[in-house]
């Protein structure tokens, strides 16, 4: 970040305020009202936080209407076809591509914290079998303050390392655990010859009746999903990892609430309702009625999959994950499968109807990871879990950025109160 010097004039009645600019690396110039209350008695409105930085930071940048995404810097397309996702987690979190030594290192880091904490496998048979895995995932993620006490203490960058380390081992472990709850058969255990997305694979789908190989398309387009899904900078659940961490809160209770905010379908809860729209519109024919009922201002119904808060153009990721949607489907031999081609029919409409065209709404990385997920076999309530896990290291690198920044303090927006002022209370008989 650097002070340009430029300065924008605030007049307010009779006075002038002068407000710094920022100028970033990359996007748009970022006024400084810090002082603006303190000098001038105001406060600044902005619901959704649509023209507001909240911080800064060096990990991610995004440029919605290039539809750009660059992780330190490397395009996302870049990254997904030509690296994998633990390196990218290295990335996202060291701030630099890994030398080989220190990728075997970190792999070999992550792969030894797989496994959770025997006593962890009691605590999930608390939850009811036909409990939301996204339910069962913020629980037990909260829950591992109360397992791993040794890495809580926030102040010390080893405890931080070490928490960083087990919360990106385990969260595949924990929602593979969740998703054999639900369907009650026996949870599997990670497996360290195996790479993080195979293995991930192994515990949903291996059962201890009998050998389960994994395909490496399935891994490869498994690891993808992951890779894509890594970071998107200040979204809402990462500024919501951020607002909990700020009062100092632990990084699993922080992680946990992070977990709870992505599962609005608004958020990463969109995966699930995306194919669960899918499945409603039923069959091709249906598809004008729905796109109908999108553009209708009076009907709340909205395309799930489509649309984005920052991407007015496409969704970088959603390129990428297209294309491993057509190689997974086409490697199952499902491309005939009446729900896809519902999918397929309906992102050709959407694309071609002048309403999604005028208001910029495309395909996101919502709508392909949906369609490739269910089609390796992953029941719709996983979807999201599968967007937390692979969130973890994104929530966990801002985080981290945080902790270590010494401007960090406690997050405390202000309001527009418009409630009623000061009145004398009535005892009740005389209301
Ligand atoms: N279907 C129909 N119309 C839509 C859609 C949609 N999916 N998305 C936006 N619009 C319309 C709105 O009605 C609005 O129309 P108006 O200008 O006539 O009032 C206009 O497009 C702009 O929409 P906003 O809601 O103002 O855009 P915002 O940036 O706030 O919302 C969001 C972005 C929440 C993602 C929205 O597009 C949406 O609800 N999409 C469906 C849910 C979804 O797929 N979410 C996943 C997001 S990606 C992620 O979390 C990984």
Redesign the pocket.
Do not use: Q, T, Y
């Given at each position: 970040m650097t002070d340009t010097q430029k300065t924008a004039t605030l007049s307010l009645d009779g006075k002038s305020y002068e407000l710094p600019i920022f100028s970033p690396t990359a996007g748009p110039d970022v006024l400084d009202i810090r002082k603006l209350y303190a000098q001038a008695g105001v406060f600044t409105y902005d619901p959704?936080f649509t023209s507001t930085a909240s911080c800064d930071s060096t990990i991610t940048f995004i440029d919605g209407g290039k539809g750009e995404l660059l992780h330190r810097g490397y395009p996302i397309d870049q990254l997904a076809s030509q690296s994998h996702y633990l390196e990218v987690c290295y990335l996202l979190l060291y701030g630099e591509l890994p030398s080989a030594t220190q990728l075997e290192d970190f792999e070999n880091r992550v792969t030894r914290h797989t496994m959770v904490h025997e006593q962890m496998h009691n605590f999930f048979r608390g939850f009811r079998r036909d409990a939301h895995p996204m339910a069962t995932l913020v629980g037990v993620v909260g829950a591992m303050s109360a397992f791993y006490h040794d890495s809580t203490d926030i102040s010390d960058p080893w405890q931080r390392e070490v928490a960083s380390v087990r919360l990106i081992a385990k969260l595949p472990t924990i929602a593979a655990m969740a998703y054999k709850y639900s369907i009650g058969q026996p949870f599997v255990y990670p497996r360290n010859d195996l790479d993080y997305a195979a293995n991930f694979l192994h515990m949903c789908f291996s059962v201890p009746a009998e050998e389960y190989q994994v395909d490496p398309i399935l891994s490869r387009a498994m690891d993808r999903i992951f890779t894509l899904h890594a970071d998107?900078e200040q979204?809402a659940s990462t500024s919501t990892v951020r607002l909990a961490s700020s009062s100092g809160a632990n990084p699993f209770a922080a992680i946990a609430a992070g977990i709870a905010c992505l599962w609005g379908?608004?958020?990463?809860g969109?995966n699930q309702?995306?194919l669960e729209m899918l499945k409603e519109i039923g069959s091709v024919d249906r598809i004008p009625e729905f796109i109908a009922r999108?553009?209708d201002?009076e009907d709340p119904f909205?395309?799930?999959?489509?649309?984005?808060?920052v991407y007015k153009n496409t969704d970088p990721r959603a390129t990428v994950l297209k294309q491993s949607a057509d190689e997974v489907l086409e490697l199952l031999g499902v491309e005939d499968n009446p729900l896809l081609q519902v999918a397929k029919e309906l992102e050709r409409t959407a694309l071609n109807d002048p309403y999604f065209k005028e208001?910029k709404?495309f395909p996101?990385?919502?709508?392909y990871s949906g369609i490739i997920l269910e089609a390796m076999g992953f029941p719709t309530s996983m979807f999201t879990p599968i967007?937390a896990l692979s969130r973890t290291v994104g929530w966990i690198s801002q985080w981290k950025e945080m902790i270590a920044d010494p401007q960090n303090k406690i997050g405390r927006p202000r309001q527009l109160y418009l409630g009623e002022t000061a009145r004398d209370y009535s005892d009740i008989e005389n209301r």
């Open positions: 959704g998107h979204n379908p608004a958020h990463g969109a309702a995306c999108a553009k201002k909205r395309l799930m999959g489509f649309g984005h808060r208001k709404l996101n990385v919502d709508f967007f």
